[in-house]
């Protein structure tokens, strides 16, 4: 991803594009080459930021003093731990635990990483110049990307992300481990009862933070899959509650490139009926998926969500919607697979459902963890790395 930091109206630089001097300030007006940082991220959820020459952003000692960019190769100096403010804005604390910080009080407002709190001058917002996660259409039977590429979809059950969101905890842990075992998206509910009660109308402002969380994701490198109705019938069981829920979810979502909607997880005990509601304009959509190895709504939208058998052999060959002769049409993605860990603890047998997953557009890795929102364990770990290695196999 390349971003540019954005500080009391002024974009970071790495003057001369980075070099030896390494000198960076904060007091240019508009985006260039110079301003424009490649993040990347490192294995224990830092990350590091390159200028468009090649040079790493550096805190001198760890912190506590200059900040230049001109080191060639990544250390703990060059790592940065990204703290989440309001809306777009983030803190970057260096090594040492000192923040990156625009010296407003220099007549060049020069950076360094000599504060040890969080104020205005430590407080950037980030502007994406270019995305992990470009906007993503139907051609046919298959996801392309707004680059032309193919998409595959790497999913990862993450029911309650928002909630805990909403709950105030820090779910960037969370989006760290999940891209780091491979994954490009997470399933994500907007609403349930038997997991957890997560009741939209108990989260006064929940619709206010529904596009930020989506960010939130996008900086992360993630899409999104969030499913509008699960467990409706204890929630809102009206239909015009339903409709006016959907329709405020889609306004907040429509515009945002890394946003799947599904309309309901397994319709017929969810409380919604399918037949009753339109496609939402300006999204890549699913009508909603069956009970288990159940036809999924119908007629279908954009793309199709499937749940598969968790039965030996079913609960991996069912991943590839060859195997379960569903007729051609738009994308199909087996939304819920063998839970790792429960159904099924040989990783080997996830690295198939990886191989035959890749066959069509992909799937969703499912465990326990992922449909409590929490670490995972190491079983589920081994399953998911298993997964989307094969996923990833030619």
């Not at 304009?281 to 279908?300: E, F, I, K, W």
């Amino acid at each position: 991803m390349k971003i540019a930091l954005q500080v009391q109206g002024k974009y970071v630089v790495a003057e001369n594009g980075g070099d030896a001097a390494g000198i960076v300030h904060a007091n240019r007006t508009a985006i260039g080459p110079w301003e424009t940082w490649t993040l990347e991220r490192q294995p224990d959820g830092r990350v590091a930021l390159k200028s468009v020459n090649g040079r790493y952003l550096s805190a001198e000692g760890g912190g506590g003093g200059d900040v230049h960019a001109n080191r060639t190769a990544v250390g703990p100096w060059e790592l940065w731990r990204i703290g989440e403010q309001s809306g777009a804005a983030i803190s970057l604390q260096s090594d040492n635990g000192h923040f990156l910080s625009a010296r407003f009080d220099t007549p060049d407002v020069v950076v360094n990483a000599t504060r040890d709190s969080v104020g205005p001058w430590e407080t950037f917002t980030v502007v994406v110049v270019e995305s992990d996660t470009p906007a993503v259409h139907v051609e046919g039977s298959s996801f392309v990307d707004a680059n032309g590429r193919r998409w595959i979809w790497r999913g990862c059950t993450d029911f309650l992300l928002f909630k805990r969101l909403l709950d105030g905890e820090d779910i960037s842990p969370l989006l760290n481990e999940r891209a780091g075992i491979g994954a490009n998206l997470v399933r994500v509910f907007s609403m349930c009862e038997n997991i957890a009660r997560f009741h939209p109308q108990d989260y006064p402002p929940y619709y206010d933070r529904l596009g930020p969380f989506v960010d939130l994701l996008a900086r992360n490198s993630l899409y999104v899959e969030l499913t509008v109705f699960a467990d409706a019938q204890f929630i809102m069981s009206s239909s015009a509650e339903q409709h006016q829920h959907l329709a405020r979810v889609a306004d907040t979502l429509r515009g945002k490139s890394n946003v799947f909607l599904e309309l309901a997880n397994e319709f017929a005990k969810n409380g919604v009926d399918p037949r009753l509601f339109d496609k939402p304009d300006g999204l890549v959509c699913s009508r909603g998926s069956g009970l288990t190895d159940a036809p999924p709504a119908q007629p279908p939208w954009d793309y199709i969500t499937f749940h598969a058998r968790r039965d030996i052999p079913k609960a991996w060959n069912d991943v590839n919607p060859d195997n379960v002769r569903w007729p051609p049409g738009p994308p199909w993605i087996t939304d819920e697979m063998m839970k790792a860990g429960v159904d099924v603890s040989d990783a080997a047998r996830f690295y198939q459902a990886g191989v035959f997953a890749g066959l069509a557009n992909g799937a969703t890795f499912h465990s326990q963890e992922g449909v409590e929102s929490r670490s995972f364990g190491p079983t589920a770990r081994d399953c998911g790395v298993a997964f989307f290695r094969g996923l990833s196999t030619p």
